[in-house]
């Protein structure tokens, strides 16, 4: 992801051709693992709330739809690759470039990695498969904490390289991968489905527009609930 800048938020195309480059390395034969990383200091700071809150602003149901959609076909892309799939976490990896870390079969984090399903400090529902993954990585009551905190985790220290790591295992997975594949679960699916519902809600909902409206004017939003 090459936006550095902007901490790799997804603008533009950035969903479709994430799903696209996951899909046609996918395809080919002499693709034995997939590394997906951030260029500059971090990850991926997920949407560009700037852009969602410009289709909330204008009730644009159907953009906000598809935007979600194109997220959702990110983490299929990356479940139907018959490759590992590894997130090299270099950086901050907060609301969907969290989702997309939690998506990959591995993740391999740096010093200055950080995670967090920080959607509700902007009024907004976790997507990109984030209420799938997490209970299933880290149990309930911790991915419970973390979704309703909307707190950031940082990486443990280490004292090696993290992207020597993921050379290592992505050798180690090279030659051992037999081009099986994990299937999508209707579980998964149903999931991405609930939540493009709950995020298009959010996002066109009063908290919404408080929390979109207030991280763009760098302050604390005050939600409904909390009035």
């Known amino acids: 992801m090459n936006r550095p800048d902007k901490l790799n938020a997804f603008a533009n195309q950035m969903r479709q051709e994430i799903a696209a480059a996951v899909g046609q390395l996918g395809e080919r034969n002499d693709v034995r693992v997939i590394v997906i990383t951030g ?17 909330a602003d204008h009730r ?20 139907r690759a018959p490759q590992p799939v590894i997130a090299s976490v270099n950086g901050p990896a907060a609301g969907a470039g969290a989702s997309l870390a939690l998506a990959c079969d591995i993740r391999i984090a740096s010093e200055r990695a950080s995670f967090g399903l920080t959607f509700n400090r902007v009024g907004l529902h976790p997507d990109w498969g984030g209420t799938y993954f997490l209970p299933r990585l880290v149990g309930t009551a911790a991915a419970a904490e973390l979704i309703y905190s909307g707190s950031m985790i940082k990486s443990a220290p280490s004292a090696t390289s993290p992207m020597s790591v993921v050379v290592d295992i992505a050798a180690i997975a090279a030659s051992r991968v037999s081009g099986s594949t994990f299937p999508i679960s209707t579980p998964l ?5 609930f939540e493009e519902e709950a995020q298009v809600r959010c996002a066109l909902s009063d908290d919404g527009a408080e929390g979109l409206t207030a991280f763009l004017e760098k302050r604390e939003p005050n939600f409904g609930a909390l009035k």
Do not use: C, H, N, P
Request: proline fraction near 0%; charge should be negative; avoid cysteine.
């Open 39 to 55: 260029a500059g200091k971090g990850f991926s700071a997920g949407a560009d709330v700037s852009y969602t809150k410009q289709l």
């Open 60 to 79: 644009d149901e159907e953009a906000l739809r598809a935007l979600v959609r194109a997220g959702r076909d990110v983490v299929i892309a990356i479940r």
């Open 189 to 193: 699916e149903e999931m991405l489905e």
